[in-house]
């Protein structure tokens, strides 16, 4: 089994930048799909960002694109995703994610990912 620990968040200004970490540890030879998804009270967890386990593949939302960058650094287990030009409206809990996946392939359906992070709070203040 993998398990996951997020890191990097806090509190923040509207403009400022945020790099969260993603850590994996357990069973990490086998090939993952990586995602970063949020929930912001009251609605949905929703996928952000994504990357395939080779890096070559990588999946924004509309409200990412432009603003965030997902990187991972195999050799060291370890997903980032550096956010850009926050506002409030990405307040959220962030989780990092893992799904089985071919090595060139990003997963987007959030059904899909089965090992979970317990999150970390971004909080963007106006």
């Known amino acids: 089994q993998v398990h996951l620990v997020e890191s990097g968040g806090g509190f923040v200004q509207a403009g400022d930048s945020l790099t969260l970490a993603c850590a994996a540890s357990?069973?990490?030879?086998?090939?993952?799909?990586m995602g970063w998804f949020r929930q912001a009270p009251g609605k949905e967890r929703q996928l952000v960002t994504a990357?395939?386990?080779?890096?070559?593949?990588?999946y924004y939302s509309n409200s990412a694109k432009g603003r965030f960058t997902i990187s991972r650094d195999n050799a060291t287990n370890t997903i980032y995703v550096q956010m850009n030009k926050l506002n409030p409206e990405d307040t959220a809990v962030y989780y990092c994610?893992?799904?089985?996946?071919?090595?060139?392939?990003?997963?987007?359906?959030?059904?899909?990912?089965?090992?979970w992070g317990q999150g970390t709070q971004v909080t963007v203040s106006s």
């Open positions: 994610a893992a799904a089985l996946a071919p090595p060139t392939i990003v997963l987007t359906s959030t059904a899909r990912y089965t090992i």
């Open positions: 357990g069973r990490t030879s086998s090939k993952y799909s």
């Open positions: 990357i395939s386990w080779s890096g070559l593949s990588t």
